[in-house]
């Protein structure tokens, strides 16, 4: 058990500096977000680094997310927001983190966007925590009893409230200490939150994050063992398989070629089957991609032909009357068969362009899958090559025998 009698920090872009000195921590990170963004509110997804070493704190890994900008300021660029949408999204989507959804007492809380980010990762509210500040913000007469007991917007971890030091006490440099005692006595003092009190302030924040994170991992944890013990299980057996290779034996060489060729032709199915492990959320791609050309994009090349029923009419009429030369035209209820197969030809004539045209999507999407399917043989460049080569070749080969039968 390592005890630290004094409070020091270390930056991970500093190795080896301790600083004890906490305004200086303050500059540091200032100076260290002015190096990576600019002077000029840009922004970056680097993360700076820190560790805060102190008997007053508790075993705590957070990271600090900028909140949502809607309206680009200095030289952040026109997409600020998507951008850090991204930034959040890449951390709070990992399932083994609790999000702190930090929300303004004085706004309503429908409109929180910490929330609504949360939503979409955690829908069930499993590692959510709501936390509510500027409690002492509100306008006077109204406060948020009801959301820090958990009605008005249920979670199941629900939420805590929090009163930090103001733009003003920051200034004037007023203690944490002394802080955290304003804090106390706030919650303690106030009509609508003094019966729980006990279960707000940022003290309580800090042991119930403790608590959770620490069950959170309990609860997490064996998924990851199993998961280690089944990768340990696999690169076990692949060293007994190749504890006794040898780089030389031509046998090895034609096996692990082999090996190779058929995980290219199983992935190659999988693309087209749509039963992949690996899933496109991006776009639309192979069987996917392929079933739409025909069920979406040939159709609407059909509807877009040109189609004049008057001119149809006059050419079914003139067939009519060739079929029958000089004798008479009667009325007759059917059109005669050579008629029809002259007319039904000649429409069928028309189909070729889209058919040929779909054919060219079709072969176009196969080559782009053979192309994702040989990224996995890229440690191979030749091999990768080949067998691109040869499929492509086998695939466009197809292509010309299919337009032949159009």
Request: glycine share 4%; with cysteine; proline share 5%.
């Amino acid at each position: 058990l390592l005890i630290f009698l004094t409070e020091y920090a270390e930056f991970l872009h500093c190795k080896g500096k301790k600083f004890t000195d906490f305004d200086e921590v303050r500059q540091e990170i200032e100076v260290e977000t002015d190096r990576v963004t600019g002077m000029n509110k840009g922004i970056s997804s680097v993360p700076i680094n820190l560790r805060i070493y102190s008997p007053h704190v508790l075993s705590l890994t957070l990271i600090d997310l900028p909140g949502i900008t809607k309206v680009p300021v200095g030289d952040q660029p026109p997409d600020i927001e998507q951008q850090i949408r991204d930034m959040i999204m890449q951390f709070i989507s990992r399932e083994n983190c609790l999000i702190l959804a930090v929300t303004p007492a004085n706004t309503d809380l429908a409109n929180s966007d910490a929330l609504k980010l949360a939503k979409e990762v955690d829908p069930q509210g499993l590692r959510t925590i709501g936390v509510i500040t500027k409690l002492d913000l509100m306008d006077e007469g109204t406060d948020a009893r009801e959301v820090l007991e958990n009605k008005l917007l249920p979670l199941r971890r629900g939420y805590i409230g929090v009163v930090n030091r103001s733009q003003k006490d920051i200034d004037g440099k007023k203690d944490i200490k002394a802080a955290l005692l304003a804090e106390r006595k706030f919650f303690l003092s106030h009509p609508s939150y003094r019966h729980m009190a006990d279960r707000m302030g940022t003290p309580y924040l800090q042991k119930v994050l403790n608590q959770q994170l620490t069950n959170h991992i309990r609860d997490t944890l064996p998924a990851f063992r199993s998961k280690l013990q089944s990768q340990l299980l696999s690169i076990e057996h692949e060293v007994e398989v190749y504890k006794n290779f040898r780089p030389e034996d031509p046998t090895r060489k034609t096996k692990a070629l082999l090996q190779m060729v058929q995980q290219f032709s199983v992935d190659f199915e999988k693309r087209i089957e749509g039963s992949g492990d690996q899933v496109d959320t991006l776009e639309l791609s192979g069987g996917a991609k392929i079933n739409r050309i025909f069920h979406e994009r040939f159709p609407f090349e059909l509807v877009k032909m040109e189609f004049n029923e008057k001119e149809l009419r006059r050419e079914i009429s003139y067939a009519i009357k060739n079929i029958h030369g000089i004798r008479q035209v009667l009325p007759c209820l059917f059109t005669p068969d050579m008629a029809f197969e002259a007319i039904v030809k000649k429409q069928i004539v028309k189909l070729k362009g889209p058919c040929l045209k779909s054919v060219d999507l079709v072969m176009q999407e196969l080559i782009n899958t053979v192309k994702k399917c040989t990224k996995k043989l890229a440690t191979y460049p030749r091999l990768c090559e080949e067998t691109e080569r040869i499929v492509a070749g086998y695939i466009r080969e197809r292509e010309e025998k299919t337009k032949d039968q159009v």
